[in-house]
């Protein structure tokens, strides 16, 4: 064979080839995630993976508040928040995990990568709850306008900011561990 032919091969470039990655491991991760009963998420992750924790919480913030959890509800005299798919910031996690998985870095970095994503996720999607329980309590005409459009606005740029600086600290690694090898 020719040396010329080479250069000449079609050749996906590196950034088609992340976007089809990104985009293979979300659409699996999205219908794995479908794929759970709503029972399921219900009973057990809204209840003690979401709500227990926001309750607690609240409880330490408004010990007064009398919240409690009912499976994917918050519920408290003057509040009744569901917790249901889609409100859950799956999305946002999947988005993240994705990413740090398409991206080019050492598996070590991308495990850590996930867990970084699980950590912000889970956190910003508590401090989520806990702020609309207190909105649905005392501002309920800020519910619609804070749960469709600032929160979510708010949880994608910080989940893109984490994976901008997981991104640069796993790059950098990988050029650390190039130059020293």
């Keep these: ?6 250069p000449h091969a079609r050749q996906t470039s590196p950034g088609l080839a992340y976007l089809a990655g990104f985009a293979l491991l979300y659409l699996v991760m999205h219908l794995l995630y479908h794929a759970i009963p709503d029972q399921v998420l219900a009973d057990v992750v809204y209840r003690w993976g979401i709500n227990a924790p926001a309750a607690w919480v609240i409880d330490l913030l408004a010990p007064g508040a009398n919240v409690r959890v009912d499976g994917n509800s918050l519920l408290a005299p003057r509040v009744h928040l569901e917790v249901v798919r889609g409100c859950d910031s799956s999305g946002a996690f999947f988005i993240a995990c994705a990413a740090i998985l398409a991206f080019r870095a050492s598996w070590r970095a991308r495990c ?23 909105v649905v309590a005392h501002r309920p005409a800020w519910f619609m306008p804070l749960h469709t459009y600032f929160i979510p606005l708010v949880l994608i740029a910080a989940i893109c900011a984490m994976f901008a600086l997981w991104a640069r600290a796993a790059t950098h690694t990988e050029v650390e561990a190039a130059a020293s090898g």
Excluded: K
Aim: hydrophobic share 65%; no cysteine; proline share 0%.
């Design 112 to 134: 850590a990568g996930v867990v970084l994503s699980f950590v912000t996720v889970f956190v910003l999607n508590e401090a989520r709850v806990i702020t609309l329980f207190f």
């Design 1 to 6: 064979m020719n040396d010329d032919a080479a």
